[in-house]
Structures are given as C-alpha cells and as structure tokens.
C-alpha cells in the first residue's frame, strides 16, 4: 500500500490505481507492453478470443511471459474479462452447459497467468422472469465453481439493463450472490456506463453518494473488486450500452472527479474500456485525466 493512501483515503495523482483493457494480440504478454506505453498501473485483457465459446490453450511459456513480465511492470492487481457468449440465464440448457464449461476454462486461464479476478456478464433470461434467471445464474455459479480452481474470485458485472439483462439493479446483483452456496468466490465489478444507463446517478454530488449508498446496503462496497471507468454516449437511463471516451460523454468529468476522489474506492482499480485509437493516444489521455482529478 503507498504511503498517503489505504482505507478512508483516495489515491492522489500518480499514485491513483488507474489502467485499461489491453490487446493481447501476439501474445498475452504484449499486452504488458501496451499497458505500460499507456501509462496504466493495473491491465485487464481477454485470455481468449471474446466472441467464441473455445480458444486455443494457454502454453506454460505464454502463461509464464505474461506472469514475469506484469510482475516486473508492477501491473496489479491483473483482471481477464469472461467472453460475451457465456449467458448462465439462458433459456436453451445447451448453452447453460457451454456456460458453465466456458467459465471452468475461463478461470483455468486465469489461475495459469496469475490472474485473481475474473469479470462476467451475469446474462439475459430472454422473457423467462427475472427471478427464474437469477436463480439460474446462482445455480450455473455453483456448478462452475464446484469444479473449477481456487485462486480465482468471479466478478458479476453491473449491467446496463438492455433487453432481458439481469445484474442492473444492485439488488439484483446481491440476490444472485445470496443464492449461491459458493458465494465467498463471487465479487462484482462497477462500471460506470452502466450504472449510468441503468438509471443511477453518477453526476450530481447527492446522487454519487445516494448511488453508493445504495450499492453498499445491497452489494457492500468492499465485495467491489474492480471498477471500469467509461463515460457514455447516452443519457442517464438509456439502457443502452455505449462506452465513450473520459470526459466526452454524458458523464463528464463531474462522475469521474466523484470516482478518483472516493475514499471506499482508493485500492479498487480502475479500468478504461473506452474507444481506442491505432496511435493509443486516447487511453494514454483518459488515464492522464484520471490521475489529474484524482489531485485534491
């Protein structure tokens, strides 16, 4: 823990815990070198391809490139983000089975390059009821977990609310974790859009503090292990979906002046799933403007 910071006491300037997702492209290891060009001190990446339900396995010498040279970059703490298919509420079986074994192989990944947490979509129970999917999802959890390796803490993910997408109320959140009988390996992730979209105000003063207060009766603000740091395209309770740049978007930087400034979040990372350009020159300006309003 650096000097000047821990619980009650945000993180000022460079030392604000700040990062983005990351390209593994070439490698997982690559995406080490792109974090540190960016100027991040923690990276999130997919270990695989996000869009198919099997990727190539990870090599003891990719998983071993990956582990030193994070180590010697001081990234950390390190996050994988699951692959968008896995959708434990589904009302097809067949996927609920490829979930399960989708989020096994997921945290088998993540064991492999030393990598703690693991953020996931909690899904769509695609007109089935919201209490038939969260049950589905606790169950889908447990079984996953049942079999999977220690080491590795699943984060379910705040959700925007877009169609029949569970996870975007806190509550909602809290009540998938209470059902679980595995829950001391469940954690969630906060993202900032989301939230947002799903009608919660980050904007205003009295509203960031309501919008925690809220999410600490239901979820704990301790049990958030990451937080994803995107502005939004769309108005507040838009239920859509739409990263953009810090500071760019409906948003602004009031929200993230909120977020870098927040004493429960000083040691929770901060991660950019933001727009990306070829030159990388976007994230290397929202990290910047992070640490910036992170000053007192």
Known sequence: ???????????????????????????????????LAAGCRCLQVF???SNQW??????????????SASAKAGLAPLVSHAAYLINLASSDPAIRERSVLAIQDEISRC?????????????SHGGDGIETGLDRIARGLDKALAEAEAGVEVLLETAAGQGASLGTTFAELRQIRERSDLSSRIGFCFDTCH???????????DGWRETLDE?????????????????????????????????HGALGKASFSHLMTEPAFADVPKILETPKDEAGKWDREGLALLRKLARP
Do not use: W
């Open 1 to 35: 823990m650096t000097e000047g910071t821990g619980p009650g006491r945000a993180r000022r300037g460079p030392d604000a815990l700040v990062g983005a997702h990351m390209s593994t492209a070439g490698g997982l290891a690559t995406a080490v070198e792109r974090a």
């Open 47 to 49: 270990t695989k391809n």
């Open 54 to 67: 099997q990727g190539k396995l990870l090599s003891r010498e990719e998983s071993a490139a990956f582990l």
């Open 111 to 123: 064991a492999a390059a030393g990598i703690p947490y693991l953020v996931l979509h909690p899904g």
């Open 195 to 205: 939230v947002h979209a799903a009608g919660y105000d980050l904007v205003s003063s």
């Open 215 to 247: 999410a600490e009766r239901e979820i704990g603000l301790s049990r958030i292990r990451v937080i994803h740091a995107n502005d939004s395209k769309k108005e507040r309770g838009c239920r859509v979906d739409r990263h953009e740049r810090i500071g």
